[in-house]
């Protein structure tokens, strides 16, 4: 049988619980072997709205806050590309590094309906699937109307997932930080402890 790898991307600025959890959720529910963190180049529009924190900064991040689980590792495929990188170029990378593999992307469900997906349907064909995972804010109803207006060949592919509710995200850590709350609970202890060394989002 082939291995069986999922993808979470994102921006991970910083990497948070729900982040965790839902690929520990992706791992459980889809019996993955592993699930591999891939942090993406931050595009150029949104390098002024936000805290500009480097790739490699938010590497590291991810890497402490996955050290302790064998299933989960980080990967460099797309902060070490000077570009931004589409998924599916991503992948294709991927499939032919590692010909043997099913990959399932995971993704949240916001992602799913507000990106713009480049060549979602060859990203679909590469596949074994494609999760969305449940987050506050988005009801399944609007999972089925997104799914059926991307009129895709492969959208038998793309599945939701449901998880524990998290209503975190990065945006509200980097908040949180500038006005001087606490994050404790909401990311790892040695991410909080990573983002004061370096005085990040402050
Ligand atoms: P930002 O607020 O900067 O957009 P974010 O919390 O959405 O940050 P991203 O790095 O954009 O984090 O997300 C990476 C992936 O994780 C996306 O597919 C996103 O939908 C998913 N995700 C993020 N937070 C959660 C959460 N709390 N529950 C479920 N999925 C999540
Ligand atoms: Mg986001």
């Given at each position: ?12 600025n ?59 590792s ?54 074994e ?74």
């Amino acid at each position: 049988m082939n291995k069986k790898i999922g993808i979470m991307g994102g921006t991970f600025n910083p990497i948070h619980i729900g982040h965790l959890l839902a690929a520990s959720s992706a791992l459980e529910t889809f019996e993955l072997d592993e699930v591999m963190f891939i942090p993406n180049n931050i595009p150029p529009h949104r390098r002024n709205e936000e805290f500009l924190v480097s790739g490699e900064l938010r590497y590291q991040m991810v890497s402490l806050a996955i050290e302790s689980n064998p299933q989960f590792s980080v990967s460099r495929e797309e902060i070490d590309r000077k570009e931004v990188s589409f998924t599916s170029d991503t992948v294709t990378r991927l499939k032919e590094k590692m010909p043997d593999v099913d990959f399932t992307f995971i993704t949240g469900m916001d992602s799913l309906m507000k990106n713009k997906w480049y060549k979602l349907d060859n990203l679909l064909e590469m596949l074994e699937r494609f999760v969305a995972v449940t987050r506050p804010g988005f009801s399944p109803g609007e999972f089925e109307a997104a799914r059926k207006e991307l009129c895709l060949e492969n959208d038998n592919k793309i599945s939701m997932m449901e998880m524990p509710a998290v209503g975190v995200s990065s945006t509200m850590i980097r908040e949180r930080i500038r006005s001087g709350k606490s994050v404790r609970y909401m990311i790892p202890e040695k991410v909080e402890s990573f983002i004061l060394e370096h005085h990040l989002y402050k």
